[in-house]
């Protein structure tokens, strides 16, 4: 009796030893499923705004249900007025204060994300405005270089002159300018930009003084020169070897009248002291009616002209004349210094050519009429070339 009690007993124990571990082992399987559920469910609930509003919605009773009282009697009225009662009142279940954590898909972005478009568009733009062109800075260093090296020759040249202590200080002045803007276009500080570095250099306009220095330095010497040149060509016109050259000697005495016109115009004003309006006399000489030029035409076309009649072949002396006409042609016009580079160019070779047929008339080679016919080209290809000028004037349309 008392083994049986004993194993009743032992029987009674593991039983429940063995209900409390399925439990435990349940609540353990509960504990695993539901834990994560609940906290992906409470994680959506804090930030996904959109399901948010949607449970509310889904669990807001619909204002119409409460009114429709349970009756035996069933009419068509309740079901045609069910529907526009859970229509009509649902815009007003959703309060102001929940229509404001509605995120629509359409929305703007957040404002972090807006503040990374406005940083990101600042910096774009700020990027456009910096880009400088190489070749922009390059001019502007080889710019100051060539005026440097300008202002220290008249430097020199200021040096030698009397009572020039204050153009000696002017040049140092803007000597130590360009040094300053080729150092900050160079190197650009943190406070001026490449670009703003630029800006100055070109508002500061400093190759204007640097012309008003040459002016001032080299004028009184050119003026003198073209005094000297200007008395040469005169008399060059009168004399008989110039006079038979085919050129318009009616035509040079005017253009040598208007050099004296501008060449006393400029002393003039040198001599009042104004650099500016004596450059700008200067310029009609400048342009083309320098004496000196006007002379190296009259020496060139001579000499040229002086060897054509020795040559005996009449087809090389045919075709040299007709090379020549053009340049006489330019020259009575009144340019002088295109037809002076031009014979500077010719001359040379016309001289071999006339050299190997003075002493004899015989068939012109087809070498030296290649070459005849080169410096034909040559020629009408550089007048036809526009003046510097106007080329300069259609670039800037």
Known sequence: MKQ???????????????SLVILVVLLAIIGFVDWPLFSLANEIDMNTPIVHVYKISQTTPEPATP??????????????????????????????????NVVEP??????????????YKEAEEQTEIEFVDPREVQNALQDIKRMQADLKRFLKQVKKLPNSAD???????????????????KSPTEDTSLRGALQEFWDARLWEEVDKIRAKVELPKELTNIAKDLKKAKKLITQKAFTKLGLDMTAIAGYLAETETAYNEAKAFYDQGNME?????????????????????LYQMREIKDRVRSVKNKEVKQIIDELLADVIESANGGDFRDANQILNDIRAELMKIMQKYIKTSGTLDDKTRTKLEQLENLVSEKLSQEPKEELQMKKEE
């Open 4 to 18: 049986l009690i004993q194993k009743v007993s032992l029987h009674g124990q593991r039983s429940v030893r063995f």
């Open 67 to 100: 009114a429709v009282e349970p009756t035996t009697t069933t009419t068509t009225e309740p079901a045609k007025a069910e529907p526009t009662k859970t229509v009509k009142p649902l815009p007003a279940t959703t309060e102001p204060a929940q229509q404001t």
């Open 106 to 119: 359409s929305q703007p972005a957040t404002p972090s994300e807006q503040t990374q478009k406005v940083e």
């Open 167 to 185: 153009d000696i200080a002017a040049i140092n002045d803007f000597l130590s300018q360009l040094a300053g803007h080729y150092k900050n276009i």
């Open 277 to 297: 309006d004596a450059q700008l006399a200067m310029e009609v000489i400048h342009g083309g009616l320098h004496p000196g030029e006007i002379m190296g035409v």
